[in-house]
């Protein structure tokens, strides 16, 4: 329950009281400064509480927007102001001190909310301020005010502001004209059920799971729903999100399982395709692998992009400028979104490749779509990395070295001996290099020293701060050569199994990779050292995946992978489950381009 607190004159066929009823507040009276003040302490310190001038004229969205919105400790609309548990303890001293000097009585040309909000920002406060567009919130200060308020709120339907506002503000030309047109409307039929986001999300992944085991039957039949299916995948998927929106019913739960599982649907889905093709005695476990690993490294590209400029000084170039102004051309807006291939155009080529064609052909498809938007967006990102010239914060440097994934051999060597390798950049692209080649002589034993190598140079490459212009590449360089070896390594191994197994594996540790970005973003922090040590890093697992290789026959090998993927899964996801469920992290709801 939360508690709202009116102040100021009541005026009379005001529907403020029903309102904010209506958005699961217990209301209660203030009949001045000092009872309001009196009535928060009261409030028992697990409730949200809200200060709301008893004149308030507005639209119920405004106020939902203003006084629910579960991310912020501190939040207001003109005319009211809340605070969650957190924010407690501020708002009870701005009262007080607001009381004490203005002699504990409510004016009626003051409105205590507003006061309230302007001592929190001269301390500082962090008061969140949601963007009301055309609704309308004020406290009039006179009967003419009022009337004119009133008609304002007349004007604009409140009901078209909400369900337009549910959807996100960036999507791709998919989404935006193909599915968010009805799927608001599906977003608000469940909110009117009272479902949760959180099930919506689930519904999604299990609509996923049974379009890749539609695709794994290997009929056409199969290929058609599974298609099919893969779009209602996807409109629940965007449903979620324009659910949390409408309601807003933000969660740390919520935006992870989202996040988790966007990812966990298609890789389940090349899966499905990989089994499907099989049947048909068509083998592409090998695409699908490498479909994985390509859309893995570009969202590591994109995120450790973001997070190493996104608080950095002087965060200029004349690239980002040419940028903004392409924006400025509505049409070149549609077609760089397309060219990216965000989530829903790549999920619709997928459907309708998979309905149309083969599995090999929707792979190469999906491989050459990916490789051009790869290559797009990280020569775009290098370019203004090259040309801005800006100040990598200590956090954002530290956050780079998270999503590194260095393991203790990388930490041991590095504490060993100190080799001039050049930059943290050059070091890892030297170990990459050197380990590229080894995979590549046919020698047995070559790859074990190769991996050797990169495990000396990933420790080199943290010996540094990562605070080059360019040293955000070090993470995804890291996971296509950690990937990559397990790819080559599979595929030489020439038996029934290995890609399926080494599919697994990578499947394990790219979940492990996609935690660790999203604890980051939520501002959690990097997982638990003892799970990176448990699991190895990224140079201890290449090590260990090349001394296999080396040792073992082809068919112990594919086991050996299938035992590690099980270990690698089993650690990773019970530590994930465990942290997310019970974590204190703020929920982070992604507004940006889709992934």
């Known amino acids: 329950m939360s508690t709202a607190i009116l102040?100021?004159?009541?005026?009379?066929?005001?529907?403020?009281?029903?309102?904010?009823?209506?958005?699961?507040?217990?209301?209660?009276?203030?009949?001045?400064?000092?009872?309001?003040?009196?009535?928060v302490a009261e409030v028992p310190c697990e409730?949200?509480?809200?200060?709301?001038?008893?004149?308030?004229?507005?639209?119920?969205?405004?106020?939902?927007?203003?006084l629910t919105d579960p991310r912020f400790r501190l939040a207001a609309v003109p005319g009211a102001?809340?605070?969650?548990?957190?924010?407690?303890?501020?708002?009870?001293?701005?009262?007080?001190?607001?009381?004490?000097?203005?002699?504990?009585?409510?004016?009626a040309v003051d409105s205590l909310p507003d006061r309230i909000v302007t001592a929190l920002a001269d301390d500082a406060a962090e008061v969140y301020r949601p963007d009301l567009g055309s609704l309308v919130a004020a406290v009039p200060a006179d009967p003419q005010a009022r009337n004119e308020a009133r008609q304002a709120v007349a004007d604009v339907d409140d009901e078209a502001v909400r369900l337009k506002s549910a959807v996100k503000s960036r999507d791709g030309?998919?989404?935006?004209?193909?599915?968010?047109?009805?799927?608001?409307?599906?977003?608000?039929?469940?909110?009117?059920?009272?479902?949760?986001p959180n099930q919506v999300t689930t519904a999604s992944l299990i609509t996923a799971l049974i379009a890749a085991a539609c695709a794994a039957t290997g009929t056409r039949g199969g290929f058609i729903a599974a298609g099919v299916l893969l779009i209602a995948s996807f409109v629940l998927d965007c449903t979620d999100g324009q659910l949390a929106r409408y309601s807003l019913q933000y969660s740390t739960l919520g935006a992870w399982l989202d996040a988790t599982f966007d990812r966990a649907k298609e890789y389940a889905y090349y899966a499905g395709l990989a089994l499907g093709a099989a049947r048909g005695g068509d083998d592409v476990w090998a695409l699908a692998l490498g479909a994985m690993i390509l859309q893995t490294c570009r969202h590591v590209v994109d995120f450790s992009f973001n997070e190493a400029n996104h608080d950095a000084t002087a965060n200029t170039s004349p690239t980002a400028a040419l940028s903004d102004k392409l924006d400025s051309v509505g049409w070149t807006v549609w077609v760089r979104r397309m060219i990216v291939l965000p989530i829903g155009e790549r999920w619709a080529m997928i459907a309708v490749l998979t309905a149309a064609t083969t599995p090999r052909i929707t792979f190469y498809a999906l491989l050459i779509g990916c490789a051009f938007a790869a290559t797009y967006t990280t020569a775009g990102r290098v370019l203004r990395s090259l040309t801005r010239k800006a100040q990598r914060t200590?956090?954002?440097?530290?956050?780079?070295?998270?999503?590194?994934?260095?393991?203790?051999?990388?930490?041991?060597?590095?504490?060993v001996a100190h080799v001039p390798l050049g930059g943290p950049l050059v070091a890892a692209v030297g170990g990459i290099v050197v380990l590229a080649v080894a995979l590549f002589s046919g020698v047995t034993w070559a790859p074990v020293a190769g991996a050797f190598v990169y495990a000396v140079a990933a420790g080199q490459t943290l010996y540094r701060p990562l605070k080059g212009a360019l040293d955000w590449l070090v993470p995804p360089l890291f996971r296509a050569a950690e990937y990559g070896t397990v790819l080559i390594l599979a595929a030489a191994a020439d038996v029934n199994g290995a890609l399926p197994a080494?599919?697994?594996?990578?499947?394990?540790?790219?979940?492990?990779?996609?935690?660790?970005?999203?604890?980051?973003?939520?501002?959690?922090?990097a997982p638990p050292a003892w799970l990176v040590r448990a699991i190895g890093g990224h140079e201890g697992r290449t090590l260990l995946v090349t001394v296999l290789a080396a040792l073992l026959t082809a068919s112990q090998f594919t086991v050996a992978l299938t035992v590690l993927a099980v270990a690698v899964a089993l650690l990773v996801l019970v530590?994930?489950?465990?942290?997310?469920?019970?974590?204190?992290?703020?929920?982070?709801h992604d507004e940006g381009e889709p992934a």
């Open 7 to 39: 102040t100021g004159q009541p005026v009379p066929g005001s529907s403020i009281e029903g309102d904010l009823r209506s958005l699961g507040f217990d209301v209660r009276v203030a009949v001045d400064a000092a009872d309001a003040e009196r009535l």
């Open 47 to 66: 409730q949200r509480v809200a200060l709301v001038d008893a004149r308030f004229v507005g639209h119920a969205h405004a106020l939902r927007l203003g």
């Open 81 to 107: 102001l809340t605070a969650q548990p957190e924010g407690r303890a501020t708002l009870t001293r701005a009262l007080a001190r607001e009381n004490s000097a203005g002699g504990g009585t409510v004016l």
């Open 173 to 196: 030309f998919f989404t935006t004209h193909f599915i968010s047109p009805y799927s608001r409307y599906l977003a608000r039929w469940c909110a009117r059920r009272g479902l949760t």
């Open 394 to 415: 200590d956090r954002a440097a530290q956050a780079l070295v998270d999503l590194a994934d260095n393991g203790p051999a990388a930490g041991l060597l590095a504490r």
């Open 502 to 525: 080494a599919f697994g594996l990578v499947a394990a540790v790219a979940y492990h990779h996609y935690d660790t970005v999203y604890r980051i973003r939520g501002n959690a922090g």
């Open 575 to 588: 530590e994930s489950i465990r942290f997310w469920v019970s974590a204190g992290a703020p929920a982070v």
